[in-house]
């Protein structure tokens, strides 16, 4: 039986504070497989980039619980946590958050030699080839186009081999072709290393790919495909 890589328990998160507090997500029970792609849909403001963040370490709950490769991340410390963020979660983001003065090549490799990962520019050159950049390893964000940019935040976040791919509407700021195209890379890697994958994104054409859809609402999952998946005999 494949195992649970992360858990929710009861998960509660409120933003902002006072009269102007928003009630984001709302004591949500979750657990999710190891190896699994799921997509995470839902309307603006429906609670699900936040859920994102959560489950990404970049957020702190309320209340609850949350647990990623049975380590308690609600229990870390904010160094433990960024510390396990960095081994074991990779991010993209929408907007890409490369560093305007470092090359594609620095990009990639100066996170992996904060973290004092050996050989880092030899990871981050072998990462960078396999998304298709073997040759634009020397050129500035400023000189590749979204697409191009967009390939090397998905290399950086798989440099450090993560358990966990994290991407928050990673074709947003892209054309039709060049989402796909992304799209196409991040499903391609996700299978090949065998990572958990979790998708937020407004196309549900791009959820559809995934092996899991989670519908948000109201900070609250109103529809899960995995509750619905019809069991499968296991031939003798």
Known sequence: MTKTI??????????????ASVHVLKGIDLSIRSGEAVGIVGPSGSGKSTLLM???GLERLDSGEIFIKDTALHSLSEDALADFRGRNIGIVFQSFHLIANMTALENVAVPLELANVKDPFDIARRELTAVGLGERLGHYPGQLSG??????AIA???AP???????DEPTGNLDTETGR?????????Q???????????HDNSLAARCSRQIR???GQIVGDTAEVAPVQAVSA
């Open 181 to 189: 195209q992304i799209a196409d890379l991040l499903f391609a890697k």
């Open 147 to 152: 697409g191009e940019q967009q390939r090397v």
């Open 156 to 158: 950086r976040a798989l």
């Open 6 to 19: 992360i858990e929710l328990k009861k998960a509660d998160l409120k933003l902002g504070s006072a009269a």
């Open 216 to 218: 948000v609402r109201s």
């Open 54 to 56: 959560v489950l990404a």
């Open 161 to 167: 081999s993560p358990a966990v791919l994290i991407a």
């Open 191 to 201: 299978a090949e290393r065998g990572m958990t994958m979790l998708l937020v994104t």
